[in-house]
């Protein structure tokens, strides 16, 4: 304890160390505004608060000093070398004990900095910002995010330096260690910073939280398998490598802990229970035997438990087939099946997540699905694009999490649905189609519902909501948001550009698909950005309304013009609230049958767009019109898209990830750009006049391109662009 002491003294004299501190301190307090340094645009402008700024600050913290505490740990383990010194303390003590002492000593100052870190942005954030301070998301974030990433480059560098004997491989390794985890969309390679931008406000940290543990468990039994890996390489006197190896595996102990840390890593990286592969849409091969014309979801929410138990009711017409194929979540378990009342076995596939359940030969099949667990998120989305969760204060299930098991066959023309989401009494469900009762039964609400519907994409959000009612002609708008968004709601007069959108669809496309079923709009947590429509529920991420004050002047000004970044940023909200009001018309109303690159995506950009040259005029708009033509020059430069037939040497997954590019280019870019030039050759007056038409012509049925080629008098070439 002594000699650590000492150590510990010594390396405050030194000025590197001193240097160290205050510096990391520096980079701390400037990562406090990080949010507006980043690449991401959707995180420009947010509002300041204990979780952005004090998980920005140690993010960006973390960054910046695992890399400079990895080359002061090598260059203190290296200095012995550099003076020739290592003989002569060899003589007087255990070298051996001396480093392992060193190593502490520095992960002491590790610690260190974290604390004074932190404590330095606290008083920033309390006197600088005047925004009172929420300690449980400083312990968090500075104790699990950025003091580990401290001591994982500490111990990897320590590793990787007593093994290879070398500063200069050994801080080069590191930087491979380094720039993986920056690279990597899977969470469990990101040691550095985690693999989220933000704490949600709406949300808080649980639905990220066991992920955000679960990587630094994991890292944790890797960085100790380096580091002792590291001991039983370490020269000894006088000995090279492989005689030092016989020498140090002689210590039991240090055997017995690399083990333990191997397996431990091993363990912990394949049994890791969050996430899965989810399926593309792409991947699937529907049954057109078979089809669904009924579904009956009765789902109980356990919030504080993070899971889901029910029942799923299927009908389907059958005309020849003699099994159903269902896309499942891996962390929903089944409990039991049946078909037309009889119980039934079924096969599963656990590597693509579908199970195949036999059928009776009969023309009218109900299976019936009892199910239940823990949703498994995308394993590429953690953070950034998780379809599905459940947490103790909302819920968020997309239709592409398979959170109900989706069958593998065609849609019919309706689709009955019907049935109840049972959730804490705290929480506001914002159900599909149209609420039709509501019961409180020991602290639990029962929420049902009905509709009928061309698709069975079925979502299920829940969260604190404040509900507004906007008006609109004899329309209904329902706004769920969350109350601590309200100020920002009411200064940007979110509820009036609503408003407007509505009276620009309405007017220039034709009126809303339905008077039974009202427009839903829920505020969600920034998990999964942007937006999502499915029926008539329409979910946009928390940063449309949770933005900085400094935003309000936008709005104040009467002469709405270009103010820099900021307007861009308004206008990209507002751009992406229109794109996915307009899927009520297209989507919803007119079912737009998908044949790249004509989908209903195209057409809610080219509408939104429309509404945002109408609002801001074309200087604005344009911006968009700009990024779009960007994306699809992009695309005509990729070499493995203009050279198909290479695409078979890739391995697939860099493959299945190019064809998603390709195809989101296709849909959300070059689509909108024909549609534009099909209205510069028919006059923007008529081409809408057309599009009004087609929408009115087609509301409630299926439109293919060559119907709205038709429909609209224009010719597919005429609509090419350069």
Request: proline fraction near 2%; charge should be negative.
């Amino acid at each position: 304890m002594s000699l650590l002491k000492n150590e510990i003294k010594f390396m405050l004299k030194s000025k590197g160390m001193i240097l160290l501190i205050i510096v990391a301190c520096i980079i701390m307090t400037i990562g406090i505004n990080s949010l507006n340094m980043s690449n991401d645009f959707d995180l420009f402008y947010i509002k300041r608060s204990s979780s952005t700024i004090s998980f920005g600050s140690a993010k960006f913290g973390a960054s910046i000093c695992s890399l400079l505490f990895g080359l002061f740990t090598v260059l203190t383990l290296d200095k012995d070398k550099r003076k020739r010194s290592k003989a002569i303390i060899e003589s007087n003590q255990s070298y051996y004990k001396l480093m392992v002492i060193r190593i502490l000593s520095i992960v002491f100052y590790e610690l260190l900095v974290t604390l004074l870190g932190m404590i330095v942005v606290m008083a920033m954030q309390k006197f600088t910002y005047g925004i009172p301070i929420n300690i449980s998301y400083y312990l968090f974030n500075y104790f699990v995010v950025f003091f580990p990433s401290l001591l994982f480059s500490t111990l990897i560098i320590s590793g990787l330096y007593l093994l290879t004997d070398s500063l200069d491989i050994s801080f080069i390794t590191l930087g491979v260690f380094f720039a993986k985890s920056l690279t990597s969309n899977n969470y469990l390679f990101t040691w550095v910073q985690t693999n989220i931008d933000i704490i949600s406000d709406f949300a808080g940290i649980q639905p990220v939280g066991n992920t955000i543990l679960y990587n630094r468990i994991l890292w944790f039994f890797a960085c100790i398998s380096i580091f002792c890996i590291g001991l039983l390489f370490k020269r000894r006197y006088e000995l090279n490598i492989g005689n030092s190896f016989l020498v140090n595996i002689k210590n039991r102990g240090l055997v017995l802990l690399v083990i333990a840390a191997i397996l431990g890593s091993g363990f912990t990286y394949i049994k890791e229970p969050y996430t899965m592969e989810l399926v593309g849409n792409f991947d699937t091969v529907i049954d057109e035997k078979v089809c669904l014309t009924g579904l009956i979801p009765k789902i109980v929410f356990n919030n504080e438990k993070g899971e889901m138990n029910g029942e799923v009711i299927y009908n389907f017409i059958n005309k020849g087939s003699d099994l159903i194929k269902f896309n499942t979540n891996e962390g929903l378990k089944i409990d039991s099946i049946k078909a037309n009342g009889k119980e039934m076995e079924y096969t599963a596939d656990k590597y693509e997540n579908i199970i195949e359940i036999p059928i009776p030969n009969t023309e009218k099949v109900e299976i019936s699905i009892s199910y239940g667990g823990k949703i498994k998120s995308d394993k590429n989305g953690v953070g950034r694009g998780m379809p599905g969760y459940i947490s103790k204060d909302s819920i968020y299930l997309l239709e592409n999490s398979n959170w109900i098991f989706r069958p593998l066959v065609k849609d019919g023309d309706s689709i009955r649905i019907s049935g109840y989401y049972s959730a804490p009494d705290y929480l506001t469900m914002v159900v599909p189609g149209i609420l039709t009762d509501v019961e409180t039964i020991d602290g639990m609400k029962k929420w049902m519902f009905e509709y009928e519907s061309h698709t069975s994409d079925i979502g299920a959000f829940a969260g604190k909501y404040k509900k507004s009612q906007i008006a609109f002609e004899n329309m209904n708008v329902e706004f769920y948001y969350s109350p601590r968004h309200e100020e920002y709601v009411e200064n940007m007069k979110i509820e009036e550009h609503i408003k407007d959108i509505m009276k620009y669809y309405t007017e220039n496309i034709g009126q809303y698909y339905s008077d039974i079923y009202p427009l839903k709009i829920a505020e969600v947590a920034l998990y999964k950005r942007g937006g999502h429509s499915s029926e008539n529920v329409i979910t946009i991420s928390e940063n449309m309304l949770n933005r900085d004050k400094s935003m309000y002047s936008l709005i104040e000004s009467e002469n709405i013009q270009y103010m820099g970044l900021s307007m861009d940023v308004l206008m990209t909200d507002i751009s992406i609230i229109a794109h996915e009001m307009a899927h009520q018309w297209w989507g919803t109303g007119v079912d737009v049958v998908e044949d790249s690159p004509w989908s209903c995506e195209g057409l809610a950009q080219y509408s939104s767009y429309k509404y945002i040259q109408s609002k801001f005029g074309d200087m604005e708009s344009k911006v968009f019109l700009s990024r779009w033509e960007s994306r699809v020059r992009e695309l005509k430069n990729y070499y493995y898209i203009n050279n198909s037939e290479m695409l078979d040497k890739v391995n697939e997954k860099y493959r299945r990830s190019l064809e998603m590019e390709k195809l989101q280019s296709e849909l959300y870019y070059l689509m909108p750009i024909k549609l534009l030039r099909a209205e510069e050759a028919l006059g923007e007056e008529e081409f809408l006049k057309g599009l009004g038409k087609v929408y009115n012509s087609y509301l409630l049925r299926n439109l293919t391109f060559d119907e709205f080629l038709k429909e609209m008098n224009i010719s597919e070439e005429a609509m090419e662009i350069e």
